[in-house]
Structure formats: C-alpha cells, structure tokens
C-alpha cells in the first residue's frame, strides 16, 4: 500500500489508539493524533486496560515516566491486544538508562510487539550493540544503528523503525531510508513519542512495514513544510500540528522513501 493510500484509509477510518505513554507526551501525542486524522486515548490503569484495548484498533506503548503500577497496565493490555487481534507498538524510551527500565523492557520485547520505534542508541542497546546514548537522548546516529535494527528486526520478527535527520526501517529482509522533517524537531519535546502514537494510528490500515513508512513520511513531510514557515521551537510546533493536518492524500512526497 502507498503512503497516500494509507492516508486516506487512516482518515476515513478514524482509528482509535490506545496510548500508554510517559506524562511529558500525553498531550503531545493526543494532538498530534488528532491533527492527523486519528482518535487518541490515554489509560494505564490495570483495572480498566483489559476492558477498553477490545474497542480500540490499535496499542502503542511507551516507557518513559514508569512505574510498577503502570508496568502492570502494560502488561494486561499487550496481552488483550495479542488476545483481540490489535496491532501493538512499542517506544522503549532510554531503556538502558536504569537496571529497572531495561527489565521491564527486556519483559515487553519478549511480548512480541508489531512494530518497534525507536531514536539510533535506543534501538542498538536493545539489540545488544554498545551504543553511546544519554538518558532520552540519542548519542549514535542512525547509519550507526542500521546493522543493529536489521538483526533485531530478524531477532523478533517484527519492525523496527531508527528515528533521526534520516529515518531508517526494516523488516529484516527490506530496508528503507526515509529524509525530510526538520533540525528543529529535537528541540520540541515528545515529538518522537508522538510519531510512536502517531505509527499506532496507520497500524490498524495497513501492513506493518507500510503503516510505519506512511507515518514516517506523514511526519517528515509536516515537518518540512513546518520549518518553512516558523520562528523558531514555539511556532514550529503549532505550525507542525497545523501541516499534519493540512495534508491530504497525494501530498506525501513519496521521493522520500529509498528502498536499499
């Protein structure tokens, strides 16, 4: 399926995305969602996660601000998800950053999820590959995590999806670079967490690997055309909601993506 097409079919869908995510992107990531096109929701709470994944289309699931009541959350609704069939996605924010991320992470991988998205450090530590990176942020470029991504995509069977100045995706088998976007992106905080949201979104319309390059181009597209026109940080960010918005099936430059 095409980018475009899986625009169209994301926006008349109107898919509802469960997201359990860190507080800094909670509201990031529901605007993003509905800019897009999308329907967010945002719910950890072990009691009612089972009960709520059955009606959603789709389960994203980041680990940024964790806890063990939240870890629980995670697990009952991945659990649903692979019960009721729903694809789920999985953002494992600066996993190696504590002994106690990197268990709960190491739990999480061994799930199985659909699609993993993650920055260049984030994606070699979790393939097993020493990485340089800081706390959220990555210290390793993309080029650097490449071979990692391939062997964890094989490892799980999944997508994995390196996020940076040029997005890199794999199945395994089939890899390809996505550019656009802007320098200013880092400097707006969740967005990464947003694309993981935002990934959740075109899961449900299309394959795995077509889902997540439509929404990286979806993304890198709104941010191009963001940059063109903002200040800075500040106005980037609303103009970068707007461009999410704005767009419409056929407006994705599918140029960007560059099969290797």
């Not at 395994?172 to 707006?188: C, K, L, Y």
């Not at 947003?194 to 993304?219: E, K, N, Q, R, W």
Request: hydrophobic content about 45%; glycine content about 10%.
């Amino acid at each position: 399926m095409t980018p475009n097409q899986a625009l169209q079919d994301m926006r008349s869908q109107v898919p509802l995305v469960h997201c359990i995510t860190n507080y800094v992107a909670m509201n990031v990531a529901a605007n993003v969602l509905l800019a897009a096109g999308a329907s967010p929701a945002m719910m950890h709470a072990t009691e009612e996660v089972a009960d709520f994944v059955p009606v959603t289309d789709a389960l994203t699931v980041n680990i940024g601000t964790l806890s063990p009541h939240w870890v629980d959350g995670m697990h009952k609704a991945i659990a649903t998800a692979q019960e009721t069939g729903k694809p789920w996605v999985l953002d494992p924010v600066a996993h190696f950053a504590t002994p106690y991320r990197s268990g709960v992470t190491r739990d999480l991988l061994a799930r199985k999820p659909t699609i993993i998205r993650g920055n260049a450090s984030e994606i070699m530590a979790l393939a097993g590959v020493d990485s340089a990176g800081k706390g959220a942020d990555s210290g390793d470029g993309v080029d650097d995590a490449r071979d990692a991504a391939i062997m964890l995509a094989k490892a799980q069977s999944c997508i994995v999806a390196v996020t940076g100045v040029t997005d890199f995706v794999t199945q395994g088998a089939r890899h390809a670079n996505i550019t656009g976007g802007s320098g200013v992106m880092p400097q707006v905080t969740a967005l990464g967490c947003s694309l993981t949201a935002l990934i959740g979104a075109y899961a449900p319309v299309a394959a795995p690997l077509d889902a997540t390059i439509a929404a990286l181009i979806h993304f890198a597209e709104a941010g191009a055309r963001a940059a063109a026109n903002c200040q800075g940080p500040g106005s980037f960010a609303a103009g970068f909601l707007d461009q999410l918005h704005i767009l419409q099936p056929g407006d994705l430059d599918e140029g960007r993506v560059k099969w290797d």
